[in-house]
Nanobody, 114 residues
Framework: QVQLVESGGGLVQAGGSLRLSCAASGSIFSIKTMAWYRQAPGKQRELVAAITGGGSTNYADSVKGRFTISRNNAKNSVFLQMSSLKPEDTALYYC????????WGQGTQVTVSS
């Protein structure tokens, strides 16, 4: 059984920073893409950032220049460094890992106050 454990969410003022972490454990092999998605109340889940096994990255336009995704392949972990946070970044952030299947974390709440 595969588990994704996220951490690092919380409450921060606008302009602040947070770092999200996600570690995959269990029978998971040949991880391809690792990513972060988010879902705000009343909105659809959207891709925030993704990173391939080779290190290529992709970001939503709304976070480019402010967020940085990285991964540690040896530890099956992915990170999201978020800076210059805005109230519109408030959402539940989900870790996503793609190997032979898609796996999702439970979500970690990020709240940015104005």
């Amino acid at each position: 059984q595969v588990q994704l454990v996220e951490s690092g969410g919380g409450l921060v003022q606008a302009g602040g920073s947070l770092r999200l972490s996600c570690a995959a454990s269990g029978s998971i092999f040949s991880i391809k893409t690792m990513a972060w998605y988010r879902q705000a109340p009343g909105k659809q889940r959207e891709l925030v950032a993704a990173i391939t096994g080779g290190g290529s990255t992709n970001y939503a336009d709304s976070v480019k220049g402010r967020f940085t995704i990285s991964r540690n392949n040896a530890k099956n972990s992915v990170f999201l460094q978020m800076s210059s946070l805005k109230p519109e970044d408030t959402a539940l952030y989900y870790c996503n890992v793609v190997s032979s299947k898609w796996y999702w974390g439970q979500g970690t709440q990020v709240t940015v106050s104005s």
